[in-house]
């Protein structure tokens, strides 16, 4: 059995004139920590600047604020929402790990600065981890109820959420309670996927993880016209969905057309669409629309996709020039994830869209929501 190395040194007990506090050695404890060095006066820091290992796991070391009143009473600009549920894969599990993987999926702390928009985010807004909503497994209903209540209470705040997912039917609620906070105004949808997501049913279910964005359109929680997908590939879903997406004025844009135009022209345009009417947008990131060479931690890899670069300079583009109401990043599957790549995106997209909402707030415009006119959308950025 392997041994620790011989200390040489003796044992402080065993020296004669070893003392405790500072008298003869009296066989009595010996003051270890002066003995050692360790009463020093040690600077000591706060929870928001250790590093990112080291104590409770929230967002970015973020304060942990899970009550509305005080989110609403601090005027939090960008709360960040965990939403753990995974029961409505049709692949493979385990974005119910997502959350908490994107939250530990960083190594800076305290005061950050973005070297691509020249802010320190967090001096400039406030930003809060507002916790995850009540999920327990295998209850379906009950996880949509509880993400939508969730959100419902955030948003209500004026705080933008950024809902970390959790598999893509968490849309359906996260983006109808959105909705419902910013009504008489509408929101679009800017919906970054491999997937159209858009299928009537998952093998009899209608709350899979393939139908979300059908669901919305059909309760009227958004406008199917005010709708864009970015980043569609691959051999799903069949042609009769798409023939329900042209009936009800969906827009989508495939990868080949990112490959031929350049995703900066794809974005601008989709970006026109979505706000053909609507007040704002709700942006919903399903993180295999990036190339799962690069992103191999989702449940339905797709080849083919936005390069890593890519993806943050769309969202750096899109939430520099809308008024954003809310975000979601889903599919994060940590059990597929090699090396936490795909976290790191993630939570690298959510650090870009709290970054670009910096760059408006520094221009004198406003972010959170207290209401219809209280924000407001600016004209195009250098964002890159």
Do not use: C
Request: charged letters at 20%; hydrophobic letters at 40%; zero cysteines.
């Amino acid at each position: 059995m392997a041994e620790r190395p011989h200390d040489p040194r003796p044992d402080p007990l065993a020296v004669p004139g070893a003392t405790d506090a500072g008298g003869p050695a009296t066989g009595g404890p010996v003051d270890f920590a002066r003995l050692n060095g360790w009463d020093r006066e040690w600077e000591t820091f706060s929870d928001y600047d250790l590093p990112t290992y080291v104590g409770p796991t929230t967002f970015m070391n973020l304060p942990w604020i899970t009550d509305p009143a005080e989110l609403r009473a601090r005027a939090v600009d960008v709360a960040i929402i965990g939403a753990p549920f995974d029961d409505a894969v049709s692949h493979r599990p385990g974005a119910r790990f997502g959350p908490r993987a994107i939250r530990e999926a960083q190594y800076t702390s305290g005061s950050i600065h973005s070297l691509q928009l020249g802010v320190e985010p967090f001096e400039i807004l406030t930003v809060v981890d507002a916790g995850d909503a009540n999920i327990v497994p295998a209850w379906i209903e009950r996880g949509h109820a509880l993400i939508h209540r969730k959100v419902r209470e955030v948003a209500a705040t004026g705080a933008i959420p950024i809902v970390l997912g959790g598999d893509h039917s968490i849309t359906w609620p996260s983006a109808t309670a959105v909705a419902e906070v910013r009504r008489p105004g509408s929101i679009g949808i800017v919906h970054f996927d491999a997937h159209a997501d858009t299928a009537n049913d998952d093998w009899g279910v209608l709350a899979g993880h393939g139908t979300p964005m059908r669901r919305l359109i059909e309760s009227g929680a958004v406008d199917g016209r005010n709708f864009v997908q970015v980043g569609l590939r691959g051999y799903w879903p069949p042609v009769e969905t798409f023939e329900w997406m042209k009936a009800h004025g969906l827009r989508y844009h495939f990868m080949t057309e990112v490959e031929e135009r350049g995703a900066d022209a794809v974005i601008d345009d989709a970006i026109a669409e979505a706000l053909d009417g609507p007040d704002s947008i709700y942006l919903s990131l399903d993180i295999d629309v990036v190339d799962p060479g690069l992103a191999p931690g989702t449940g339905t890899p797709e080849p083919g996709g936005f390069m890593t670069r890519e993806i943050l300079r769309a969202i750096r583009r899109i939430v520099g020039q809308v008024e954003l109401a809310g975000m979601d990043i889903v599919e994060v599957s940590p059990p597929y994830d090699h090396a936490e790549v795909t976290a790191m995106i993630a939570n690298r997209a959510a650090l870009e869209a709290i970054s670009a909402l910096a760059v408006k707030r520094q221009a004198g415009k406003a972010v959170r929501f207290d209401g219809p006119g209280s924000a407001s959308p600016i004209g195009p950025t250098t964002a890159g």
